[in-house]
C-alpha cells in the first residue's frame, strides 16, 4: 500500500505532465490548459494612466467627448478611451467632421530607451487608429506618428502619467 502513494509522488515530479487516467471510456480527456496570458494593468482610471487627448477644435465640432485613458505601458483601449472613441469615430464618420482627416501622435514617458519609447508611442497612435477604423472612420483619413518620449516633462509617477497619451488632432 505504501508503493503505490509514493509511485504517484515520484512521477509527479518528472518535467513532463502525466496524462490523467482514461476512467471513463471513449471519453477524451480534456486539452491542455493554456498558460493565462497576464492580466492587463487596471489602472486607468487612476492619475498614473496615460491618456488621449483630443484637439479643441474637434472637441468643438464633436461636442462634449468623454475623457480617454489607457494604462500604463500599454496600448489597450477600454473602458471610458473606448467611449471616448466611440464618440469621437461617429463626429468623424458621419458627424460634422465627416470627410475630415485626423493626425494621432503617440507619447511615451522618459523612462525607457528612446528606440522603445518610440515603438511604444507609435503603437498607441496605432492602437487608436485601428480602433477607429473599425468604428467607420476610414484609415485613409488617419495619420500616425510617435514622438515618444522627446516631449515628456514628467519627473513623477503624475508628471509621467501626463506624458504616457495619444494626441488628436484635425488634419487640415
Known amino acids: 500500500m505504501v508503493l503505490a502513494p509514493l ?26 490548459a493554456q498558460p493565462a496570458a497576464p492580466a ?8 498614473t494612466s ?19 485613458r489607457f494604462a500604463f505601458d500599454s496600448t489597450q483601449i477600454e473602458g471610458e478611451a473606448a467611449s471616448a472613441l466611440d464618440a469621437l469615430a461617429r463626429c468623424f464618420a458621419s458627424g460634422p467632421l465627416k470627410g475630415k ?3 494621432l501622435i503617440g507619447h511615451a514617458d522618459p523612462r525607457g530607451e528612446t528606440e522603445y519609447n518610440l515603438g511604444l508611442g507609435q503603437k498607441r497612435a496605432g492602437s487608436v487608429a485601428e480602433y477607429l477604423s473599425t468604428k467607420g472612420v476610414e484609415q485613409g483619413r488617419i495619420a500616425t506618428s510617435s514622438k515618444g518620449e522627446f516631449e515628456a516633462t514628467g519627473t513623477d509617477e503624475e508628471g509621467w502619467a501626463r506624458d504616457r497619451k495619444v494626441d488628436i488632432l484635425l488634419a487640415e
Open 7 to 32: 509511485a504517484a509522488l515520484a512521477a509527479g515530479c518528472g518535467s513532463d505532465p502525466q496524462p490523467p487516467p482514461n476512467v471513463g471510456g471513449d471519453v477524451a480527456p480534456p486539452p491542455p
Open 101 to 103: 482627416g485626423m493626425k
Open 50 to 68: 496615460g491618456s488621449i487627448r483630443i484637439d479643441d477644435k474637434i472637441l468643438k465640432a464633436c461636442g462634449d467627448l468623454p475623457t480617454a
Open 40 to 47: 492587463p494593468k487596471q489602472d486607468t482610471a487612476k492619475p
